[in-house]
């Protein structure tokens, strides 16, 4: 059970001011990394093609976009689909 009005991640995090426990349990990285290579590597968490993915940040780069936000989303996904 969660408490009222405070997101999973914040009362994970801050148990102790929220009256609970920490029960998350430890993970080993390198275990985990281990068994991503063995199942593919970064393959597996890649939502596009490499080369797709190369492409789309080289016309991202292209653009000159200071930095990529919630404001400006839209307006730099529209100028990147003619060029995609």
Do not use: K
Not at 30 to 38: A, K, Q
């Amino acid at each position: 059970m969660l408490p009222s009005g405070v997101s999973p991640n914040v009362a994970y995090a801050l148990h102790r001011e929220h009256g609970g426990e920490d029960c998350l349990q430890t993970v080993d990285m390198d275990v985990v990394r281990g068994l991503m290579e063995e199942l593919g590597g970064d393959e597996l968490i890649q939502f596009v093609p490499v080369e797709y993915a190369h492409h789309a940040q080289t016309v991202f780069d292209g653009l000159n976009i200071g930095s990529l936000g919630f404001q400006n989303v839209w307006l730099v996904f529209q100028a990147m689909l003619p060029l995609m």
